[in-house]
């Protein structure tokens, strides 16, 4: 069989133990931190901007699906061989990575096979998928909103591993949650050491019924964060204190609250928390706010150590002498490239910067909704509740947080010197109707050109009235031509008589 002139492969990137292992250690060797685990890491690697970076890395991938408008077969295993047979890396079947069961008891007979030797395979595994093999049946069983219905996963009972809990620590986040965190004696479990786990709120330790010292259950949820899912009672020691949830904030010792209707506990004192006010700066430069490079959170507890800032504002008045003067670690070149990001920073769009603020509840998508609609940060400030939730998408919890933000001086405050520094307080104009003197003409724009991108050209004669269409057919009224216009369309073209310009 010789492949279709098109096709689509989909497939899984993997990233082996004996690759990440290796990777591990030549991160330890060099005094790095280590990577958490394989399927973390194989999702950052494709992240990477670096792609010398990527290949060096090892991963690896199969292919599980194959689908075009011109295949040979009804048969989807017989399919999956055909694209081993053309190259692509496919499940091995004398492995029985992939198997053609006749029966439901052929296919418990392979999930059982799997539920043992999973843990000897080269990479981690939760599950294995179970699909119709006939394509015809797939088709007329269709899909779900999100899910084919002709495949299904078969989930493995998690593995579990007995440990000790040695104590609880809790951590301060940026809006203030406190989140309680086991700290656990290291136990191996799914290929990874696991010594700690969080343990999200207050109600989850009082349904555990924790205690200092207790022996513990830990579970890895998808295979990917540990969770403490039990307690063995009986092997309590009869003296052990119970893990009471702490009135006031570990790190700034202001008496927590604790809103209604949340699992959540809170500190409240948001200006004088040491770690509240480095997560918000971390949060503010990160990558899908200001995007600010070359401050991580490292840096960013440096400056605030220094002094140098106590707020997101002070970043913009902070001046390249004054890093130097840090000392270690501190040359003309990085900081150099801190004062360049921060510079950058001032063209970043207004939906951006409003996300950036942090804002309770305020995440990137609904950030971008409100700029859109609002269109401007002095009038989003002044907006009233009630119009507030006019906004597509702002409810009750959404519209008291901008409130709360807003009306507290402090905040507003900043805002002010974020404007005085030049950053983004407006979403962009969408370009008014230049005209319409392109009424009823439709253009087909191909080629390069010199002086416009092919976009610019495009809006601009959108925005005159214009139609553009990516084919020329009779309705067209002018092809722009740019170099390297294929010669078929430029036949094409002749032979409708077609203005060329
Ligand atoms: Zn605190």
């Given at each position: 069989m010789t492949s279709p002139p098109e096709l689509e492969v989909r497939g899984e990137i993997i990233f082996t133990r004996d690759r990440f292992e290796k990777l591990n250690a030549v991160r330890a060797e060099a005094g790095e931190e280590l990577y958490a685990n394989p399927r973390n890491t194989a999702a950052g690697t494709l992240k990477l901007q670096d792609p010398k970076e990527v290949a060096r890395r090892g991963l690896d991938n199969f292919i599980y699906g194959v689908q075009s408008e011109q295949l040979a077969t009804r048969s989807h295993f017989a399919m999956i061989e055909q694209a081993g047979r053309w190259g692509f890396k496919t499940p091995d079947p004398t492995k029985r990575f992939i198997e053609k069961a006749e029966s439901v008891e052929g296919i418990m007979a392979f999930i059982d096979h799997w539920d043992t030797k999973r843990h000897a395979l080269e990479m981690a595994t939760d599950g294995v998928v179970i699909k119709v093999d006939d394509r015809h049946i797939q088709e007329e069983l269709g899909m779900t909103a999100k899910s084919p219905r002709w495949a299904i996963a078969y989930k493995f009972q998690a593995e579990q591993a007995l440990t000790r809990l040695n104590a609880v620590s809790?951590?301060?986040?940026?809006?203030?949650?406190?989140?309680?965190?086991?700290?656990?004696?290291?136990?191996?479990?799914?290929?990874?050491?696991?010594?700690?786990?969080?343990?999200?709120?207050?109600?989850?330790?009082?349904?555990?019924?924790?205690?200092?010292?207790?022996?513990?259950?830990?579970?890895?949820?998808?295979?990917?964060?540990?969770?403490?899912?039990?307690?063995?009672?009986?092997?309590?020691?009869?003296?052990?204190?119970?893990?009471?949830?702490?009135?006031?904030?570990?790190?700034?010792?202001?008496?927590?609250?604790?809103?209604?209707?949340?699992?959540?506990?809170?500190?409240?004192?948001?200006?004088?928390?040491?770690?509240?006010?480095?997560?918000?700066?971390?949060?503010?430069?990160?990558?899908?706010?200001?995007?600010?490079?070359g401050l991580g959170g490292e840096t960013i507890e440096l400056l605030l150590k220094a002094g140098l800032i106590h707020n997101i504002a002070d970043l913009y008045d902070m001046r390249k002498e004054q890093l130097l003067e840090l000392g270690k670690g501190w040359g003309e070149k990085s900081a150099q490239g801190v004062i360049d990001g921060i510079t950058a920073s001032r063209s970043v769009p207004f939906d951006r910067v409003l996300f950036a603020l942090g804002?309770?509840?305020?995440?990137?998508?609904?950030?971008?909704?409100?700029?859109?609609?609002?269109?401007?940060?002095?009038?989003?400030?002044?907006?009233?509740?009630?119009?507030?939730?006019?906004?597509?998408?702002?409810?009750?919890?959404?519209?008291?947080?901008?409130?709360?933000?807003?009306?507290?001086?402090?905040?507003?405050?900043?805002?002010?010197?974020l404007r005085a520094a030049g950053l983004r307080l407006e979403a962009e104009a969408i370009a008014p109707a230049a005209g319409d003197q392109l009424k009823d003409l439709t253009f087909v724009v191909s080629g390069v050109f010199e002086n416009f991108s092919r976009d610019s050209i495009k809006e601009a004669i959108e925005s005159h009235g214009g139609k553009v269409s990516g084919s020329i057919s009779k309705k067209t009224s002018f092809v722009l031509a740019g170099a390297d216009m294929g010669p078929a369309k430029r036949t094409k073209a002749d032979e409708l008589g077609v203005p060329d310009r």
């Open positions: 809790y951590q301060v986040g940026r809006t203030g949650a406190v989140t309680p965190v086991a700290e656990l004696t290291p136990v191996q479990l799914s290929g990874t050491t696991v010594k700690r786990a969080s343990l999200f709120n207050a109600d989850q330790i009082a349904r555990l019924g924790l205690h200092i010292g207790d022996t513990v259950r830990v579970e890895k949820a998808g295979e990917i964060i540990p969770q403490v899912v039990g307690v063995e009672v009986a092997s309590r020691a009869p003296d052990a204190e119970p893990v009471i949830f702490p009135e006031h904030c570990p790190e700034c010792v202001v008496a927590l609250v604790r809103l209604e209707g949340e699992a959540q506990h809170y500190c409240p004192n948001d200006l004088g928390c040491p770690p509240q006010i480095a997560r918000r700066i971390e949060h503010f430069v990160g990558r899908k706010a200001m995007d600010i490079e804002i309770r509840h305020v995440g990137e998508t609904i950030a971008k909704k409100i700029a859109r609609s609002v269109g401007s940060m002095d009038r989003l400030m002044n907006m009233a509740k009630e119009d507030l939730l006019a906004i597509d998408e702002v409810g009750e919890v959404v519209a008291d947080s901008l409130r709360d933000f807003f009306d507290a001086p402090r905040n507003r405050a900043a805002v002010d010197r």
